[in-house]
């Protein structure tokens, strides 16, 4: 069997480790080009992502590139998006995945027992099954259904940077937050005083690329002070303090997505379920994704395994982007996020269990 996988964020090389670990020939179709510096900051793996990277045989590794170099008090590991993406991409080469870059999917023919994939720069690949990886904007979710919904804006921006040499109250390797009027603040430090942080502030319309690029650090630091301007001090001090790039991002979720696949291309990841960051639980899932589908191939003919994979995964991951959108909610009317989360944090995936 060959899969082809459109995608190389977390999902896709997750998904080619989980596949040549059944012995699944697998080529990762990423859209940018091998050297794509600019994917983000940096984001928290759950203990059930933690959980689904000891089933891929990477959570030591993910641990060893993590930012505290081990799991927090509670279990959570922070770690660099770009640290993350590598680790899974290094994963799967060295597991025989072949992952080739600037191979945007842009169309799919289905016959009854394969797929060929079509991309930008006009190359074509066939396969068996095309996994669709490619994240909220996924065109495989639109191959698969053209009346697929497409991402919902929630009116909060996202902000974040690194910082240093600020003290800052509470439990390192731990997140915390803060809650402002006009505002939410959330960090993790290092002993050292290394801090990763995010900032939510409520934001009415959708901001448009343009109105996003055009926001320039001064900008976005006056917003920051300004929001934040009734909290403690140590929070205007990380804004003024920090030494990275001050990302600004709109925020988005995909609530339902009717289809998850049809005949031979299904979806994973982002592509089929959207959380907004508020959860920070879209990289476990999408790891818990990768593990899951790669059971049921690994028991069940495809398309049985596809529905499969959806009947297992749907109702959880659902869960989850609503628990997200309550969440963001919260954030902007200034309640707290309630109830007990141990139904997403405690989810164990049982490699060797039949599904
Ligand atoms: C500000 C912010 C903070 C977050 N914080 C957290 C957090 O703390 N914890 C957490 O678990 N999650 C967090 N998330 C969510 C998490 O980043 C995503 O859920 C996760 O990256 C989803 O993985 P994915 O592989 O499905 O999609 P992505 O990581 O988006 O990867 C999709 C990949 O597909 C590629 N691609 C797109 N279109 C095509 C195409 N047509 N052909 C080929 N390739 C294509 C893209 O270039 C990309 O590499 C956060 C998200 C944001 C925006």
């Not at 009854?112 to 095309?130: N, P, Q």
């Not at 990763?196 to 343009?210: C, D, H, I, V």
Request: glycine share 8%.
């Amino acid at each position: 069997m060959h899969v082809l996988i459109a995608g190389g964020g977390v999902a896709g090389p997750a998904t080619a480790v989980a596949l040549r670990k059944i012995g699944v020939d697998v080529t990762v179709h990423e859209a940018r080009p091998r050297e794509d510096k600019d994917v983000g900051l940096w984001v928290m793996i759950a203990p059930n992502g933690l959980s689904a990277l000891d089933a891929l045989g990477l959570k030591e590794t993910a641990l060893r590139r993590s930012l505290t170099g081990a799991a927090g008090p509670s279990g959570f590991v922070p770690i660099r998006r770009v640290a993350l993406y590598r680790l899974l991409r290094e994963a799967a080469v060295a597991r025989g995945a072949r992952v080739e870059h600037d191979r945007r999917l842009v169309d799919a023919d289905t016959t009854a027992d394969g797929v060929t994939a079509h991309f930008a720069d006009g190359s074509s690949a066939v396969g068996d099954l095309l996994v669709g990886c490619d994240g909220i904007r996924s065109r495989t979710r639109s191959l698969i259904d053209p009346a697929a919904p497409s991402a919902r804006y929630v009116p909060l921006l996202n902000l974040g940077g690194f910082a240093s040499g600020v003290p800052t109250p509470g439990e390192p390797a731990q997140l915390h937050f803060v809650r402002a009027r006009k505002g939410f603040f959330g960090y993790a430090a290092s002993p050292r005083h290394a801090v990763w942080w995010f900032a939510n502030l409520p934001w009415g319309a959708e901001p448009s690329r343009a109105e996003l690029a055009a926001m320039d650090r001064a900008v976005l630091t006056e917003r920051l002070l300004d929001a934040f301007a009734e909290a403690p001090s140590f929070v205007r001090d990380l804004v003024r303090a920090t030494h990275s790039d001050l990302y600004a991002l709109a925020t988005h979720d995909l609530p339902e997505v009717p289809r998850w696949w049809r005949d031979r291309m299904v979806l994973l990841g982002d592509a089929a379920h959207a959380t907004t960051p508020t959860s920070g639980q879209g990289s476990s899932m999408a790891l818990e994704d990768a593990v899951v589908l790669a059971k049921c191939l690994r028991e069940l003919p495809v398309p049985r395994a596809l529905a499969r994979y959806e009947q297992l995964r749907r109702e959880r991951v659902e869960g989850i982007v609503a628990l997200g959108a309550r969440a963001s909610a919260a954030k902007l009317d200034g309640r707290l996020p309630d109830g007990s989360l141990d139904w997403v944090h405690d989810y164990r995936i049982d490699w060797a269990a039949p599904v």
